[in-house]
């Protein structure tokens, strides 16, 4: 009181002294409204990162090649070691640097030519490697994913050396049980695969994994049918390499944390399980879109995908029933590590949702006897090789 | 306080401001959309979680979702069609049974929806969806 009078200049009854006491008083009130605030916002952060964060700071104001003005609007900084910054200025034309082959003229059938495991280690080499460790210690965790600078293809094929032509990768240090053969369904979404491929060449190398990656093109204007190109995904990849796996992964999906496997187990694997677009978390337990992994017998042994269902939506939730139907069940990382990314974009023109597919999904167990593999027909128009990913062509008809 | 001319045009403005966002299409995030639906829960014995389930799959609790299926068109988060219940440019004959113009169901306004698909279920059930 004392302190107060004396601030008062003396114990008269200033005009104002009143008002000084509501501007105490609600300066007071701030200041706890401020500390309550702290205090939610303290609470609500990830404090077991904090090491990673002070760790990450100095890096980036050491040898960082000056593009330190990438945002963090997801809250996670990169740590070191992850890819680098995409480049600014102008976006680059894409281009892809298509590759000749050597006998180049017309397109050589199922044979050598085809087989891409020529490029790779000596033999003498290859026996002398051990297995890859089950877990890859390459790994970074929980990665920043943004799609606001565009992307250079040919600076993502400088950074990823080891890549070699047609997107094929093998670990140089050790063997890999996984043999990968990434099936991507594509038409007419350039700008979302350059982003697939920036972050996902990556992520694969330093899961160790002996991958391949193929964009399956549709030709032609006529309805999108997703799960067609990847039963014809499948049948292609397996004539350049013995893959033992296939992830089938959507084009504008990106993993947050490259601790989610991009490979097979033993029973079918939901990668995309905590989407951006559903809230991180899965819209509904049988759910199994976005990105899967199968091996080769899983997918066998559901006679593949169906190839009548043209349009959006529904064949995913047919490729779940066929797993059920066959005593198969869905393998899923957890919530955390299965935070994904999906570039924003508006819906495709020509691949409207369908109105059958609540129909035909009553329907699998019947119909997956004489819809899939066993029935699949395509004509392949083109196959390119490109430092990054081969892409198929394919006509794959209309709806009948 | 109110009383400044200053002050007396702003009002409208606010107003206007605060107005025009509550009348636009809209997604509605699975929690808001509980909150909304609570008079559908158990009506003719749908659920409420059945009701977030189906209207999940069918707009993907999008208001402005409209979709041409089999020559007729469907409308809003219930998908309410244009052959039956509602009355657009493309079905003149349509029956109308909800007496409303269809391109009500895509604004964020779902009384009018629930209203409709209310009348959906006591007409024709639940399979209509």
């Known amino acids: 009181m004392k302190l107060r009078e004396s601030l008062l200049g003396g114990s008269a009854a200033m005009p104002g002294a009143s008002l000084q006491r509501a501007c105490r008083l609600l300066v007071a009130v701030c200041a706890l409204h ?12 990830d404090l077991s990162r904090l090491p990673q964060l002070v760790g990450v700071s100095t890096s980036l104001q050491g040898g960082s090649n000056g593009a330190a003005a990438i945002g963090q609007p ?87 050396p080891e890549v070699k032509v047609g997107g094929r990768h093998t670990p140089k240090d050790c063997v890999s049980p996984h043999k990968v053969a990434i099936i991507i369904p594509f038409r007419n979404r350039q700008e979302h695969l350059k982003y697939w491929l920036y972050y996902l060449h990556p992520i694969l190398q330093r899961q160790q994994l002996d991958y391949g990656i193929y964009v399956i ?47 097979c187990f033993s029973q079918p694997r939901h990668i995309s399980v905590a989407m951006d677009k559903f809230g991180f978390s899965l ?3 049988q759910y199994f879109g976005g990105v899967s992994a199968l091996s080769k017998q899983q997918f066998l042994t559901i006679n593949g995908f169906p190839n009548n269902y043209w349009g959006w939506g529904g064949e995913d939730d047919d490729i779940f029933n066929r797993l059920a139907f066959k005593g198969m069940s869905i393998s899923r990382p957890n919530a ?35 819809d899939g593999l066993n029935t699949l027909a395509y004509q392949v128009l083109d196959v390119q090789r490109y430092p990054l990913y081969t892409k198929i062509t394919v006509d794959i008809g209309t709806p009948s | 306080f109110l009383g400044t001319a200053k002050m007396m045009s702003f009002i409208p403005l606010l ?34 979680p059945e009701w977030i389930c189906t209207i999940f799959h069918i707009s993907g609790y999008d208001t402005q979702t409209i979709l ?59 399979d209509y969806w």
Request: hydrophobic fraction near 35%.
């Open chain 1, 217 to 263: 093109n549709q030709a032609g204007e006529s309805t999108f049918n997703r799960a067609k190109l990847l039963n014809v995904g499948f049948q292609e990849a397996l004539k350049d390499y013995d893959y033992n796996c296939f992830v089938f992964s959507d084009v504008d999906l990106i993993p947050m944390n490259d601790h989610n496997a991009y490979r």
């Open chain 1, 283 to 285: 819209p509904y337990v």
């Open chain 1, 34 to 45: 401020l500390g309550v605030t702290l205090v939610y916002y303290l609470a609500g952060r």
């Open chain 2, 15 to 48: 107003l206007v401001g605060i107005l025009f966002p509550a009348i636009q299409a809209k997604q509605f995030t699975k929690c808001e959309l509980s909150q909304v639906l609570k008079p559908m829960d158990g009506y003719k014995g749908t659920t409420l």
């Open chain 2, 68 to 126: 041409n299926n089999n020559g007729r068109t469907e409308y809003g988060l219930f998908q309410i069609n244009n052959k039956i219940w509602c009355s657009d440019n493309q079905i003149l004959q349509s029956r109308n049974i909800c007496d409303i113009s269809c391109d009500k169901f895509l604004d964020d306004d779902l009384t009018d929806d629930m209203m409709c698909a209310k009348k959906i279920l006591d007409n024709k059930g639940i």
């Open chain 1, 336 to 370: 955390v590590v299965g935070k994904c990314r999906m570039i924003r974009h508006s819906r495709d023109k020509k691949n409207e949702p369908n109105p059958q597919r609540f129909d035909r999904i009553a329907h699998t167990k019947e119909t997956m006897l004489s």
């Open chain 1, 74 to 160: 997801s809250g996670e900084l990169r740590p070191p070691g992850a890819p680098p910054p995409l480049p600014r200025g102008a976006p680059s034309v894409p281009r892809p640097g298509r590759v000749s082959r050597p006998d180049a003229d017309s397109r050589p059938g199922p044979g050598p030519a085809r087989n891409l495991t020529l490029a790779s280690v000596s033999p003498s080499t290859a026996l002398s490697l051990p297995a890859c460790p089950e877990e890859s210690p390459l790994l970074v965790g929980p990665m920043l994913i943004e799609f606001n600078v565009a992307v250079d293809l040919k600076r993502v094929a400088e950074e990823n």
